[in-house]
């Protein structure tokens, strides 16, 4: 039962990526013939690999992590905080400071990570970076041989879809629908490359990243049937 959960055990966190060089023509001409195979399902026709690769990002083989946004909650006594922190830039560095945090404060069996289409997407794509940089996984993202009820991860969609395995709902649609004030950001996901490779604006990307935390851990106490965090309960680390 999602109310019987102690949300100081749950670590929100969401991820911002990019493709792994900023153009197509970086890339070596077997990575080049590997994109196109990989990509072609989803351009189909449309497109030529190299009028796709912007898009890159979404797949770990292809694409980088710049920036892991975290939230947790904090109580003394009946006061409620959520404190928000980031990891962001070189990212082999990211990848380690994000584990050391897991390793040090979030490695027992009651810790969970929770994140929006966090089991599809940010919790596979974060294990698969690691590997690829040679960074060992940390307990909570080595999935070998757990059963599914083993596995410490909540994911605020497949809440959401209650065993309907065919629905999406974007983290802003499930914001709206549950009343959830949506904040004032001047960006979107798909504006994420142009940001960092166009206007090397990385503190508008982790600012972006940092807000859909908090929206996620708003989501979650909405369906648990608690109270929303205020704006001064949030707390930037």
Not at 84 to 93: A, L
Request: hydrophobic share 35%; glycine share 6%; net charge negative.
């Amino acid at each position: 039962m999602l109310y019987k959960l102690d949300l100081a055990n749950i670590l929100f966190l969401d991820i911002e990526t990019v493709p792994e060089n900023k153009v197509f023509s970086e890339l070596s001409e077997e990575k080049r013939i590997l994109w196109e195979q990989k990509s072609k399902y989803q351009r189909k026709e449309e497109f030529s690999p190299e009028e796709y690769y912007d898009r890159a990002g979404i797949w770990a083989e292809f694409g980088k992590i710049i920036c892991i946004s975290v939230g947790y909650f904090t109580e003394k006594g009946t006061q409620r905080n959520f404190r928000v922190t980031s990891f962001y830039g070189d990212e082999p560095k990211l990848l380690k400071d994000f584990k050391n945090l897991l390793q040090e404060h979030f490695n027992q069996a009651k810790h969970l990570l929770c994140g929006h289409n966090g089991k599809e997407f940010d919790f596979p794509y974060i294990a698969r970076r690691m590997l690829i940089n040679n960074i060992k996984l940390p307990y909570k993202l080595d999935l070998f041989g757990k059963k599914p009820w083993e596995i410490p991860h909540l994911d605020t969609m497949e809440l959401w879809k209650f065993g309907d395995y065919k629905h999406y709902t974007s983290l802003k649609l499930m914001a709206n629908v549950l009343g959830i004030p949506s904040p004032k950001d001047d960006m979107d996901g798909s504006m994420v490359r142009d940001v960092f490779y166009e206007e090397n604006d990385l503190d508008r990307i982790v600012v972006y990243c940092e807000l859909d935390v908090v929206t996620t851990a708003q989501v979650l106490l909405r369906l648990r049937g608690d109270d929303l965090l205020n704006e001064n309960q949030i707390k930037k680390i």
